[in-house]
């Protein structure tokens, strides 16, 4: 498995901008695909982007799609999501992932097998 500890979560206002981070030890960084899920009080986790082992692929979910977007470092084993145009819907528990191999599968949360404890992003309307 991999060790993963996000950062950059915080308070911000609709139409604002917030960038979280990544840093990830144990397995070789550049071999699996790795995400960004988020969960919201009383909802399930669901998928909001992914991206592939080179960073040549990224995937999107519908509602964050042209708002936010994620890459990595494969030099510095980090990840990040910038996030831009904030809305009250995305406020949210955001959890880093790793470990996926089926880059057909990035929606699926238990593809992948490492997961960070998560930093909470609150957007304010």
């Known amino acids: 498995q991999v060790q993963l500890v996000e950062s950059g979560g915080g308070l911000e206002q609709a139409g604002g901008s917030l960038r979280l981070s990544c840093a990830a030890s144990?397995?070789?960084?550049?071999?699996?695909?790795m995400g960004w899920f988020r969960q919201a009080p009383g909802k399930e986790r669901e998928f909001a982007a992914a991206?592939?082992?080179?960073?040549?692929?990224?995937y999107y979910a519908d509602s964050v799609k042209g708002r936010f977007t994620i890459s990595r470092d494969n030099a510095k084993n980090t990840m990040d999501l910038q996030m831009n145009s904030l809305k009250p819907e995305d406020t949210a528990t955001y959890y880093c992932?790793?470990?996926?191999?089926?880059?057909?599968?990035?929606?699926?949360?238990?593809?992948?097998?490492?997961w960070g404890q998560g930093t909470q992003v609150t957007v304010s309307s």
């Open positions: 992932a790793a470990g996926l191999t089926n880059l057909q599968l990035v929606r699926a949360a238990h593809e992948y097998d490492s």
């Open positions: 991206i592939s082992w080179s960073g040549g692929n990224t």
């Open positions: 144990g397995r070789t960084f550049s071999t699996y695909a």
